[in-house]
């Protein structure tokens, strides 16, 4: 195995993620990070042949950026009874990111790594040079809306397979036997198997990867993505998907690529590389609309706040406002929440990450009660204009919205929200469909409980 490859670590809150620089090969410097699918070890990665020579097709363009997910690889493990959610994955993005140097990059994306790549595009498209999607999607799980999607019993049945079969000689076998692999022979590609499962993690590491990207649900972020985008997926049945998810995306490319095989590094490679080396190559930095991000907002207020100052007075209640101010902005330090505004007894606050918006919420609500009163919050996650360092747009009016139909110490929330949650631990009861005043059409709210 070859031990001359530099690996570094950067530190994402209490973890340690894996990662390595390739040096560019050409004169051109757009770096380029690499989201691949969830099992990987980024030394035996080398030992894969043909593995080298489409990194080296990207350096191309720059520096290529590899890192193994938390829980994988000689990255920190975590958990297997709380699944690591997509937005603390994200927050591991930023850390390469920043532990590389690297200000923005294009970001290539594989496997259960679309979804992750689309949530920071979305969020941080200053970061964000482009997007290559490469024979991923936006969710697995089948739902009516999303027929081409894995049903609950299929996943549970693979999710069983996996575990059972991780780290073995016949499930490698498997593996080897379901897709076309070019140029590579099948002992080869089984022994390496075998050793790349051993090494990446147990079972329950692949297991807890394998749950979250079947949970999770970024459709309804795509909307929100200002960056150039590269869809490529197969031809025949997986075209239509491909193309349903580009059209998700504004401006989106759709490119049709040669083979039958699902897994990318099957068959095929280097049109892969070469179709993005092609799409980078063309991207300059002022076709991102930097003006458009992703966020999650959150508004709260206190309950019968009217009639708790009359008859209070209006020094006493001056005093307690001041108290629910400081909690909340407390609350809003420890879960890197940006303050809006604040009217009277209101906060309107943005996060890039709704997991903590939500868990601010309910810092919140938990933090206030100690001083007699209540609160309701509100949150959604959507498209945000950014105005002398201010957002607003629908988004803004829909989490107002949702903050309406919130009960005294309660947390409501969009579906959007619950969605790009899964595996934050966090669980919600349906409120059904609400008429938003002024939001067209009906929208679905949970209240966290």
Not at 13 to 23: F, K, R, T
Not at 105 to 132: H, I, K, M, N, Q
Not at 276 to 305: Q, R
């Amino acid at each position: 195995m070859p031990d001359e490859f530099d690996i570094r670590y950067a530190r994402s809150g209490d973890l340690h993620i894996a990662y390595e620089i390739v040096e560019p090969g050409g004169s051109r410097r757009v770096d380029v990070l690499r989201i691949a699918a969830f099992v990987s070890n980024l030394q035996n990665n080398h030992a894969l042949p043909t593995y080298d020579e489409g990194l080296q097709r990207l350096a191309s363009l720059g520096r290529v950026i590899n890192y193994d997910n938390r829980g994988t690889g000689l990255s920190d493990r975590v958990r297997a009874a709380r699944l690591p959610s997509i937005e603390e994955r994200m927050d591991d993005l930023r850390a390469v990111l920043d532990a590389a140097g690297s200000e923005r990059a294009a970001l290539v994306c594989y496997s259960d790594g679309g979804p992750l790549g689309c949530l920071f595009a979305a969020t941080y498209p200053e970061r964000t040079v482009a997007l290559v999607l490469c024979n991923t999607a936006p969710r697995i799980a089948w739902a009516p809306d999303y027929p081409w999607g894995m049903r609950p019993e299929d996943f549970e049945h693979n999710l069983h397979e996996l575990e059972r079969g991780w780290g073995t000689r016949s499930y490698a076998e498997s593996m080897v036997r379901a897709n076309s692999w070019e140029g590579i022979a099948d002992d080869v590609l089984v022994d390496w198997w075998v050793t790349q499962m051993r090494l990446s993690g147990g079972p329950g590491d692949a297991a807890t990867a394998f749950r979250l990207f079947y949970e999770s649900d970024v459709r309804n972020v795509l909307g929100t993505i200002r960056v150039p985008t590269l869809v490529l997926t197969r031809g025949g049945e997986m075209a239509a998907q491909g193309r349903a998810f580009a059209d998700l995306i504004p401006g989106a490319r759709h490119g049709i690529m040669p083979g039958t095989g699902k897994q990318v590094m099957s068959e095929h490679r280097a049109a892969y590389s070469d179709a993005a080396i092609e799409f980078v190559g063309e991207i300059h930095e002022e076709d991102a609309e930097l003006e458009s991000i992703l966020a999650t907002v959150l508004f709260t207020d206190i309950v019968d706040s009217t009639a708790r100052q009359a008859s209070m007075g209006d020094r006493r209640w001056t005093e307690l406002v001041e108290q629910h101010h400081r909690v909340v902005r407390g609350a809003l330090a420890r879960y890197r929440g940006r303050e809006l505004d604040t009217a009277g007894d209101g906060f309107f606050a943005a996060f890039d990450g709704p997991a903590r918006a939500v868990r601010c919420a309910q810092g919140i609500v938990e933090g206030v009660r100690e001083l007699g009163i209540e609160i309701r919050a509100g949150l959604h996650t959507g498209e945000c204009r950014t105005i002398d360092g201010k957002i607003g747009g629908l988004a803004v009016s829909i989490g107002a919205r949702v903050s309406a139909l919130a009960g005294p110490s309660e947390v409501v929330v969009s579906q959007t929200v619950r969605d790009l949650v899964a595996g934050s631990g966090l669980a919600f009861d349906d409120r059904g469909e609400h008429a938003l005043k002024g939001v067209p059409g009906t929208w679905r709210a949970y209240v966290v409980v």
